[in-house]
């Protein structure tokens, strides 16, 4: 027998003799390290927390935001004037509940650090799926650590650049006759946790639909014939996490589509190296 062989051989019988608890122990040591990651993270952004609340969850409400900075500069470049230019809506944040100001900075800094960690989290997760693929499939999806860390904070950084800033003003904005919009701290991280953390995992769309289209759940065929039917689903998905107005829900309506549209594109590539594969293996058998 080949020493290649051999090997295969012994470290597959090596594999199998690994228990179940074997596994769940293994898999607990890259959820501690994933964890151990998100505390440090958060303790950072829980010691600043100024820095935290004031530039960041705060950011949004100041009139220099980069977001409000950048259409002012690019009013300004295309002769606008100031046409683009856009002033947030002054608004009082208030606390209503003795410990909801360390409850909201805990909770802060703990999504803050699960952000930050992703790249790691996500590592330690590939390090336990890994062994038990083949070397072809280890090929295949090279590099999904990094696609998958830069697609989710993309889509975290696209949510609070573009989405929150907007979405809270038209909200901040929206009042009635005699009414005081002074929103509690708890409801603002709220509506800016849920304009960012989902958009980093909607961003996640390709990398889904590679997956599937490689255990053939889905292929190009289907995703084009329902093109029309995911529009509908993006247009709702849109307007349950943006505010009722038609600026915000084009905002994200339009990447969410382009994503769709990519996806489509790395669906059709696994399905053409599919075939490739499968004409190769016919080829060889018939020799």
């Not at 004037?81 to 856009?86: I, R």
């Not at 997760?125 to 499939?137: S, T």
């Not at 800016?192 to 997956?211: N, S």
């Amino acid at each position: 027998m080949p020493l290649d062989q051999e090997y295969v051989r012994e470290n597959t019988q090596g594999e199998k003799e690994m228990s179940f608890f074997d596994h769940v122990a293994e898999l607990r040591m890259h959820i501690l390290r994933a964890a151990l990651a998100i505390v440090v993270f958060g303790g950072f952004f829980f010691a600043n927390k100024n820095f935290v609340f004031e530039q960041v969850i705060f950011g949004p409400r100041r009139a220099d935001f980069l977001t409000y900075r950048a259409l002012c500069g690019l009013s300004n470049a295309l002769g606008l004037g100031q046409k683009m230019c856009f002033t947030p809506v002054k608004f009082d944040i208030i606390t209503r509940q003795l410990g909801e100001v360390l409850m909201q900075h805990l909770f802060v800094s703990f999504w803050l650090g699960v952000i930050c960690a992703f790249p790691y989290i996500f590592w330690e997760f590939w390090r336990f799926v890994q062994p038990g693929l083949h070397d072809a499939e280890r090929k295949s999806i090279r590099g999904v650590v990094a696609v998958c860390s830069l697609l989710f904070l993309m889509g975290i950084g696209f949510g609070y650049f573009i989405i929150a800033p907007f979405s809270i003003n038209f909200l901040a904005g929206y009042t009635l006759e005699g009414a005081i919009t002074s929103p509690t701290l708890d409801s603002y991280v709220t509506y800016m946790t849920m304009f960012t953390m989902p958009m980093g995992l909607v961003f996640e769309m390709p990398v889904v639909a590679y997956f599937l289209g490689s255990i053939g759940v889905i292929g190009p065929q289907v995703m084009r014939s329902v093109r029309r039917y995911a529009i509908v689903i993006i247009l709702i998905l849109a307007a349950i996490i943006t505010p009722p107005d038609v600026v915000s829900q084009t905002m994200v309506f339009v990447p969410l589509y382009a994503l769709y549209e990519v996806s489509i594109v790395v669906v059709s590539r696994v399905r053409r190296r599919q075939l490739k594969a499968l004409e190769k293996r016919g080829d060889q058998a018939l020799t």
